[in-house]
């Protein structure tokens, strides 16, 4: 029986993919089944995974898959937090503009932030114990964007113990590393145990 990621974002489906493969299991993108993305009304990446994972459950009475991720800055309270895809209303440049305007004058551990991906698994729609896992990936904000590659705050946000941004970084290199690379991770060893 395979399990339904609840995205239609391609490049999750590979991600999640080389963990299911590995584990002998099927998954398959929610839009081969005609369901249109959940509307995360979630104050929380939890309540957020939660709802995009019972929603694919409900339209195909299947088990289903879903992550919620993005950035955390602490000096500003947390934001963009849950908002991170829509903190400016409009793209990435936009967004990665609205969060150097919001830190400008901070230095120090004042630039401080994490990447936070949380994975929910639910065996059913009703499931009352959902396996939920996390993964941050700690480092700090630049003062201005740098590299190419990745997408979101990806050429602003340079990892812990490195100086390079996430936007400088080979793809491989930033799918071993990631937030969402943690947060399956942790999933594996409790996913093995559930099945």
Known sequence: ???????????????????????????????????????????????????????????????????????????????????????????????????LAAMQGLTGEDRSAFYVAVIAVVATKKDPLPIIAEGRWRGRIALEPRGDGGFGYDPLFVPEHMSVSVAELDPREKQTISHRSKALKALEPQLQGYL
């Open 1 to 99: 029986m395979p399990f339904v990621l609840a995205s239609n974002n391609a490049g999750k489906l590979r991600e999640f993919s080389v963990l299911f493969d590995s584990m002998g299991l099927d998954v398959v993108a929610q839009r081969d089944f005609g369901v249109v993305d959940a509307e995360e009304t979630g104050l929380s990446f939890i309540e957020n995974a939660l709802i995009k994972a019972r929603h694919a459950a409900t339209e195909t009475n299947l088990p289903a898959i879903a992550d919620d991720s993005g950035l955390v800055v602490p000096a500003l309270g947390g934001e963009p937090g849950i908002y991170s895809a829509r903190y400016s209303g409009m793209g990435d440049i936009e967004n990665n503009n609205k969060l």
